[in-house]
C-alpha cells in the first residue's frame, strides 16, 4: 500500500512558477510508475505528465508540453511537477498517482495510489 501525500500549490499570477511535491509512504516507491493528473473545476481529472520508475522516460500532455516537468528523487521518495510560465487554464486540483506497471499511461483508471491532491489556482 503507497501513501501518497501533495504539497506545494497555491495561488500565483499568470506567467509565475510553482513546483508540487509528492511524498510516498512506501520504501519499494522506485518501482513506480508516477503520473500527475489535473482537475479543473467542473471537469474530468486529467493526465498531466507521467515519469518512469527510473526517471528515464517522461510523457506529458500537449497542453503543458515545455513548460512544466516532472522529476523523482527514489532516495527521499519523492516526486515533483515543475511548473512554469503558470496559465490561468492550469487552474485545477493536481493529484500524483502510483501504478505497479512499468509503462506511463495517460489514464487514470491505470494508477493504483492517490493523493489527495493539492489545489492550484493561477490569477489572470
Known amino acids: 500500500q503507497v501513501q501518497l501525500v501533495e504539497s506545494g500549490g497555491g495561488l500565483v499570477q499568470a506567467g509565475g512558477s510553482l513546483r508540487l511535491s509528492c511524498a510516498a509512504s512506501e520504501r519499494t516507491f522506485a518501482r513506480y510508475t508516477m503520473g500527475w493528473f489535473g482537475q479543473a473545476p467542473g471537469k474530468e481529472r486529467e493526465f498531466v505528465g507521467g515519469?518512469?520508475?527510473?526517471?528515464?522516460?517522461?510523457s506529458y500532455a500537449d497542453s503543458v508540453k515545455g513548460r512544466f516537468t516532472i522529476s523523482r528523487d527514489n532516495a527521499k521518495n519523492m516526486v515533483y511537477l515543475q511548473m512554469n510560465s503558470l496559465k490561468p487554464e492550469d487552474t485545477a486540483v493536481y493529484y500524483c498517482a502510483a501504478r505497479s506497471g512499468i509503462i506511463i499511461r495517460i489514464d487514470q483508471t491505470a494508477y493504483d495510489y492517490w493523493g489527495q491532491g493539492t489545489q492550484v489556482t493561477v490569477s489572470s
Open positions: 515519469l518512469s520508475w527510473s526517471g528515464g522516460s517522461t
